[in-house]
């Protein structure tokens, strides 16, 4: 018999998870998301991309503003499973021991390092060379549960938050699928996290989005391709936030105090670091414009940046 399975998900990240699961032999009788967000400048109600993708297939959709309070309809639905991936609430035990299969979660790290809702922005921020997906049974608690399978990922230089999703997202879509007809056949035994390895990944706080030019070269680098192409890093300049899109690596040495322009070529302009080194800025937004490739800016501004002038 089909085996009848819940999806519950919300962003991007999860669409390739539940496509997955529709072209699979199981049958999504229904699909949880969050509730439909005010999104853009004017604010237009937007519903998420996984009630855009459940509608697409005629799947049913529910969206409880809190799924503690509300979930008695969702469980008439009779699953087999309850699978997740980055749904954006903590499941009571009602829901996760409702299932004759139980409930996993489809998670963009290497558990039990980076628990919960940024993994991907906290991978590449802290500079780590590799990443993964975990599958693993729902607990209570944030990403705590038992693990069922893993899958390693290297991450590249040039990676950013939104390759790096990308990659996460069809790697976490396949290991399921492979994990599934185990999981179903009993033939999986979970390993407990050892909690003493935790780390978190809790939500970028604004704060955390700002630069900090006393770091060295390679945090500052990590840091801004860590936050790309969102919430996306910013600095201060002459009173203004600017958006640093993008950056590089320069091989600029420099001893002056961090912060400080040390140079502006063609392509963009050269901040000194906390170790001596500096950072190029190759796409920036100055509050109130338009986002845009630094030597088009230079071009219409060529006086804004001042070799000598400070910023953060």
Known sequence: MTKRIIFMGTP???VPVLQALIDSEYEVVAAVTQPDRPKGRKKVLT???VKEKALEYNIPVHQPEKIRNNYEDILAYNPDLIVTAA??????????????????NVHASLLPELRGGAPIHYAIIQGKKETGITIMYMAEALDAGDIISQRSLPIEENDHVGTLHDKLSGLGANLLMETLPKLFSKEITPLPQNDNEATFAYNIKRDEEQIDWNKPQEQIYNHIRGLHPWPVAYTSYQGKNIKVWWAEKSHHKSEKSPGTIIDIDDEGVVIATGDGKAIKIIELQIAGKKRMKTEDFLKGSNDYFQIGNQLG
């Open 12 to 14: 991007d990240f999860s």
């Open 47 to 49: 519903p998420p991309p």
């Open 87 to 104: 749904y954006g609430q903590i499941l009571p035990k009602g829901i996760l021991e409702h299932p004759e299969f139980g409930s996993v």
